[in-house]
C-alpha cells in the first residue's frame, strides 16, 4: 500500500544519506520484550521556529506577560517552552491519524486487526485536577494507549490500570535570537459590553480595556528535539507533523502563526546541543537580533561541531520537503509508523510481565 518508507525517507534525507539515517533508527519486526529496552539512539533534531504573525506565549499561570529568559549580555530574551510546542505538535499530529483512519477506514481496520465494533478515538481531553492544598493544574486523558500518538509521545493511566509510558520526544527551550525590548510589544484591545453594546462597561470610569504583551511577527527561536529509540516510519511522522504544525500560543484564531525550519538532524547515541547554547553564540555576534539567513549560517557552524558523534544531516529545505509529501507517501508513513507502535505496545506487555512468563 503507497510508497515504501524508505522511498520516502530517500526524498526526505537524500539518496545517500538514507542508509545511514536507516541504520540509526530502531527496527521492530516482530513482538518481543527486548524492543522495550532503551537502544540508546537519538536524533538530534535542530528547529528554527518563525513567527509569522504575532505571537501570545504566556507563562504556565495567569498572566499577559511572555516567558522570558536573561543573558550574560544584559537583556532578556522571549522564549518558548517545550511543553507548548510538544502540545501543538502533538495535536497536528493526532489529526493527522484521524484524517488517515477516517478516510480509509476499512483498509485500516484490516492492516492494523483493529476491532470493528470500536473506532479510533484518540483525543487530547483537558481537565484541571488538584491535589489536596495545591493549585489546579491542567492533566489530559482521552488516550487510546496503543496508536502512533501515544507510544511516540506517552500516556498516563489511572493507579492499579496498568502501566505508564514516557514520551520519546523531549525537548527543552526554544529561545528568540531578538531581546525582549525588540521582540515584545504591549498591545491594548478593546470589548463590546453585551448589555451597552459599547466599550464602556456600565457603572465604570473606563472602557473594557486589556492589554496583552505579544511577540512581533518575525522573532526567530531556535531550540532542539531529542527523538529516542525511533522507527524509520516514526521519525518521518514526527518530523511531518512538525512541520505542518502551524500554529503556537494563546489566542490561535487571531494570532500564533509560525513556521517551523528543520535545518539539522544529528543521529548519535546521546542528546547534543540545545536552544540555549545556540541562542547566547547567535546573540554574542547579533545583539540587535538576527535575521534567518544569519540564524541558519550560525546553525548551520554550530551543528557541525557534532558531526564527528554520529550522522549528520544538513538541510534548509528539509521542512518544505516534509510539507510536500504527497498524499500516498504520508499514508505509507502513517501506516508503517502505526504497525510499528503496535509491536512496540506488545513488547511493552511483554516486558511488565514476570521473567518466567515472557516469550
Known sequence: MGTPVLEVGKKVFGEKEVEEVAKRCVKRERPKWY???PKGKVANVYLVIEAQSRLIIRHEQETTDVTEIPTPYGFSVPAILNTKVQAVVRRTLLSMLHEWYDRIKETARKELLWDE????????RPFMKREKGGAPEEAFTGYC??????LIFGYAVQEGAGYNVKSRVEGDLYVATTPSERAVVQVTFNAVDDITKTTQMPGTETGALYTF???EAGTLFVGKLALKDVTMAELLLILAALARTARIGGRQTHFGRIKIHIPAILFSTHEEGGGYELAL???GKHREGAGLEEVLRELDEYVKRFGSQGVLVQDRDMGDKLRELTQEELDSVILQAWRDARVFKESLDLFVKKPEKRE
Open 145 to 150: 494507549g496503543k496508536c502512533p500518538n501515544c
Open 35 to 37: 524492543n522495550a529496552i
Open 213 to 215: 504583551s505579544m511577540i
Open 117 to 124: 465494533e470500536h473506532d479510533y478515538g484518540c483525543t487530547m
Open 281 to 283: 553564540k547567535i546573540l
